[in-house]
């Protein structure tokens, strides 16, 4: 009996540290995003040709098929009181398989430019496509827009590149990615845009993660391309 009862203690006693441990582990995980995500908007401010980006996502999952999502986007420009883009946008997900699903979103956004804010409402159908291979998760998103601004419509088409793959960081595994997704309008019957990302998601604690990544974003102006610098986060939910 009172080996059975120290066996008792003793694993007992072996939960409470693994499950302070973990405690300890997403409070330090916690604390190094909190950091990183300080550190980036500052990192972008006050240079010229550097930009900020958030991303705020709320989604519910019904079923392994359906899904509904709430987003919010913001572009900062020189500091955190000049907002350059703010948008919302709520839309389903209906995946067939672990290999296609279609997305639709309706979104408002306003766009600040030299002569003020630019509001423009949008439809948005994506066509999505993932494959893995030894670790790796290809991706393909082919998204169809229907544009309205205040004095015009027009139709765009945005196709985009992913590459994904597991690793351990901040003690944890973690999602670092590779995309490239180009923007071609059939107004100017030309590319318009390209955007290349290289960056991580981490998962926080339970259904919150957060991802941090980098940005090349290029627009044609003029028949120049003109580059910038991005640096953003993106905050998730999915309870």
Request: glycine fraction near 4%; charged fraction near 25%.
């Amino acid at each position: 009996m009172n080996i059975n009862l120290v066996q008792v203690f003793i694993i007992l006693l072996h939960k409470q540290y693994q499950n302070n441990a973990d405690e300890l582990s997403r409070l330090r995980r916690l604390l190094t995003m909190s950091i990183l995500w300080a550190s980036l908007p500052y990192s972008a401010f006050g240079q010229s040709d550097w930009r900020y980006w958030n991303e705020l996502r709320f989604v519910r999952i019904i079923s392994p098929q359906f899904s509904y999502h709430v987003k919010s986007e913001q572009r900062w420009i020189a500091n955190s009181r000049d907002l350059g883009l703010h948008n919302y946008a709520s839309g389903i997900l209906l995946r067939s398989n672990d290999y296609w699903s279609i997305e639709a979103n309706v979104k408002h956004e306003l766009d600040r430019n030299e002569s003020g804010w630019k509001p423009e409402w949008r439809l948005e159908f994506i066509a999505k496509a993932a494959s893995g291979y030894k670790g790796f998760t290809f991706g393909v998103n082919t998204r169809m827009e229907y544009r309205r601004f205040k004095d015009l419509t027009k139709w765009r088409w945005r196709e985009k590149l992913l590459l994904r793959r597991k690793v351990v960081a901040f003690g944890c595994q973690c999602n670092a990615f590779l995309a490239n997704e180009f923007f071609y309008d059939f107004m100017e019957k030309n590319l318009v845009q390209n955007r290349a990302d290289i960056g991580m998601t981490v998962p926080v604690r339970g259904a919150f993660a957060i991802a941090f990544f980098y940005r090349l974003k290029s627009n044609l102006r003029s028949d120049r391309w003109l580059h910038s610098h991005v640096v953003g986060t993106k905050f998730s939910f999915s309870p």
